[in-house]
């Protein structure tokens, strides 16, 4: 064991793991492996019977925190997988069922339910769960009726997602109604109940969703959204939130692709919040693809009034303001989050670098900047190795300590994954 920069490595063990990994993904038989399998997780033909479903995920991830005693730096090497079975369409009924565990190899790190709070946070939590059970109905023409807990994912996932990026992920016990009897429309009509968390845990809550979108030709999609959250635990957690975005990817002469991204959003105190106040969140993401080079940059601000902050609890959040999760909760000065990135991949390799300047909603006080690295690779449909980077460089301020974000934090996620 040796310990380099608070980046902590069991040589012998980890190398194994991913040369295994290795070995496997670049083997010349893994295309036809692949097809095998998959052919054998149908049962029937063309899954006549229905079909099984795995999700097998190894990861390292090392979080290391300046200055931050008496904790130590993370270590967590885990294993997670999902298996379900899909059942064949029945009289237009069609049901799921979905097992999920994650094993914790090394648990050196708060998991958040293991009580090792002397390390700093992976929340990975060692735990077994049933992660979708649902039932779909598609009796009635150009509509989807879908009940029980699933995954959700409404548009980026900035207020409703998965976060899918954790081991286990975010599902939520609901009824959807999808309709898209007008051409060009989908309307989500959602309800939900319960949300089981990323570590496991469960969340009773009150939810109506209203989602709509339109699209415009072949350019242009517009998305509006009404979300009424009442948290009858925890009152500060009771919010309306109605917004609208428009987003597209046009193309134009001479292999030049542009992408563009705009919303609004504003969210209000709800029913058994006493609060009352109304904060905003503006975005606008650009860019443009040449070569295969994609180059974007934006900004996207939660207002904050100093007592309370416009917040996305529900949202896929690892995706946005950094991965190293420094603003996973808004804090209540709000940010402002002025970003760029560029990718480009050579020889089905992909390699992302992005940047983050962020300040309080008002741009005044100064949070830090976040650089972020990935490295990824698929090796047909169903495997992927990937090595991420985050670190976040803490400005020496009075913002930063009051939002808590004033110590510079590292991240290193190492993974492999193979997915039927």
């Not at 990994?21 to 036809?32: D, E, G, R």
């Not at 929340?123 to 049933?130: F, I, K, R, S």
């Not at 905003?280 to 860019?287: A, Q």
């Not at 959040?317 to 970003?339: E, M, S, Y």
Request: hydrophobic share 35%.
């Amino acid at each position: 064991m040796v310990n380099v920069c608070g980046f902590c490595l069991c040589i012998h063990c980890r190398l194994r793991i991913i040369t295994l990994l290795c070995s496997l993904l670049v083997s010349t038989q893994v295309f036809a492996v692949g097809d095998a399998i998959e052919k054998a997780l149908m049962f029937g033909q063309q899954g006549k019977y229905g079909q099984i479903k795995f999700d097998l995920s190894y990861r390292y991830e090392n979080v290391h925190i300046d200055n931050d005693l008496p904790k130590k730096t993370a270590n967590a090497n885990t294993l997670r997988l999902r298996a379900g079975y899909l059942t064949p369409e029945v009289l237009n009924f069609q049901a799921y069922a979905e097992y999920e565990g994650n094993l914790a190899m090394q648990e050196d790190y708060n998991s958040l339910r293991n009580g090792f709070t002397h390390y700093e946070t992976v929340a990975d939590p060692e735990a077994h769960e049933l992660n979708q059970f649902w039932l779909t109905f598609t009796g009635i023409p150009d509509t989807l009726i879908k009940g029980g807990r699933q995954r959700i994912e409404l548009d980026n996932e900035r207020f409703i997602g998965n976060d899918d990026w954790r081991q286990m992920e975010q599902t939520f016990g609901s009824v959807l109604i999808s309709n898209k009897s007008i051409e060009n429309l989908t309307l989500n009509f959602i309800y939900i109940g319960r949300v089981q968390t990323v570590i496991s845990t469960k969340r009773e809550i009150e939810m109506p969703i209203l989602n709509f979108s339109y699209q415009f030709g072949k350019f242009s999609t517009l998305t509006g959204y009404g979300y009424w959250l009442a948290d009858n635990k925890n009152a500060q957690n009771s919010t309306q939130t109605y917004g609208v975005r428009i987003h597209g990817v046009p193309r134009l002469k001479h292999d030049i692709q542009l992408s563009y991204d705009v919303g609004y959003s504003n969210q209000a105190s709800y029913k058994n919040n006493s609060a009352s106040y109304a904060l905003d969140r503006y975005n606008i993401l650009l860019g443009a693809t040449y070569v295969g080079v994609t180059i974007k940059s934006g900004m996207e601000q939660l207002d904050g009034n100093g007592v309370y902050a416009f917040q996305t609890p529900l949202g896929t959040n690892h995706a946005f303001q950094g991965w190293a999760d420094k603003f996973l909760i808004t804090p209540v000065d709000g940010i402002r989050d002025i970003q760029a990135s560029i990718d480009k991949s050579f020889y089905g390799v992909k390699f992302l670098f992005a940047y983050h300047y962020f300040t309080d909603s008002h741009g005044h006080g100064e949070y830090g900047n976040e650089y972020d690295f990935l490295v990824t690779k698929h090796f047909g449909e169903h495997y992927q190795l990937l090595a991420k980077y985050a670190f976040y460089d803490a400005t020496n301020s009075l913002a930063a300590e009051n939002a808590g974000v004033e110590k510079d934090t590292q991240k290193i996620w190492v993974q492999g994954s193979v997915s039927f």
